[in-house]
């Protein structure tokens, strides 16, 4: 794979990658430090996809198996709430914005808390991947990845304070 290709394979799914990041890693330093891993990982993994799943699937499993790799090899509470870096909607006024930032760190955090195969699930859930294409990133049944999402569900219910 040519510097061009890769790089085309980054820009693609840039986005996918920085949030998978942000649900390992809340410390922004970090982060940039493990969305350089993915990276590397990517580089090394991408002349082995023979095309069995979709480009992204891919991306998504080399992804989190980094993540997850960090996260235990981390073994240390979060040091920062950074609840991202995206621009704000423009259409929105202050107040709504301050609480959909307000949301949007809580349900990182609450994310961060669930145990790693759950956090897995619900990140690639929450990128909009079906259950089959969340099984095949994690190498799992879709039937197990239904029971992951369901577990999450009541979880992050639990930590967001709410009743399950």
């Known amino acids: 794979m040519s510097r061009d290709q890769f790089a085309a394979v980054l820009r693609e799914h840039a986005g ?63 040091r920062s709430d950074a609840a991202g870096d995206e621009l704000p909607d423009l259409r929105l006024g202050p107040e709504e914005h301050a609480r959909l930032s307000q949301d949007l760190g809580r349900l990182q955090q609450a994310v961060r808390a669930l145990p790693l195969a759950l956090r897995q699930a619900v990140t690639l859930a929450l990128e909009g991947f079906s259950h089959a294409e969340i099984a095949a990133a994690l190498g799992a049944s879709a039937n197990s990845i239904a029971v992951r999402l369901s577990r999450a569900r009541v979880a992050l219910k639990s930590l967001l304070g709410e009743v399950p």
């Not at 350089?36 to 993994?45: K, S, T």
């Not at 992204?56 to 992804?63: P, Q, S």
């Open 16 to 78: 996918l990658l920085a949030r998978i990041a942000a649900s390992y890693e809340a410390d922004p330093s970090l982060r940039d430090d493990l969305l350089q891993d993915i990276a590397l990982a990517l580089w090394r993994a991408l002349p082995a996809w023979r095309g069995e799943a979709a480009l992204k699937t891919f991306v998504a499993r080399v992804a989190h198996n980094r993540g997850a790799t960090h996260v235990l090899g981390q073994r240390r509470l979060p």
